[in-house]
């Protein structure tokens, strides 16, 4: 999907006025948190965890796993393919980033290493989600 296809489309200063510096960060300059710092990496509360940015539904607790990379870690995305794909070759590195389908948002990086039966790890950055409790 191109970014002209998308559902939300705000101007910078809509996307600073709605989120925190970190968020802001995270979503719209592909930041990333440090390690064992975010508010979700540990957390085992039964729910839904959406897009920050625009609050679409991305991931449920059930697809949640420890993976001890500091980073909450999910082995599929809900039904609906609501996160795109993109090739990142930044830091020395390829790796397949992951971004919200509807807002453009960076969630994370998504690696072949997950240990149910999708073999993925969907590492997203806890600035990027929200989770709604059940």
């Known amino acids: 999907m191109s970014d002209d296809a998308r559902k939300v489309q705000k101007t910078d200063e809509e996307w600073r006025a709605q989120l925190s510096p970190m968020e802001y960060h995270v979503l719209r300059q592909a930041g990333t948190e440090r390690p064992f710092s975010g508010e979700y990496w540990d957390t085992s509360t039964p729910g839904?965890?959406?897009?920050?940015?625009?609050?679409?539904?991305?991931?449920?607790?059930?697809?949640?796993?420890d993976s001890g990379c500091g980073w909450p870690s999910f082995d599929r995305e809900v039904d609906g393919r609501p996160?795109?794909?993109?090739?990142?070759?930044?830091?020395?590195?390829?790796?397949?980033e992951i971004v919200c389908r509807a807002c453009g948002g960076h969630l994370g990086h998504v690696f072949d290493d997950g240990p149910t039966e999708t073999g993925e790890r969907y590492c997203v950055n806890s600035a990027s989600i929200t989770l709604e409790p059940r």
Request: aromatic letters at 10%.
């Open 48 to 65: 839904t965890y959406r897009c920050r940015g625009c609050g679409v539904d991305l991931f449920t607790s059930e697809m949640k796993f």
């Open 83 to 96: 996160i795109d794909r993109r090739p990142d070759d930044s830091h020395g590195m390829r790796r397949v």
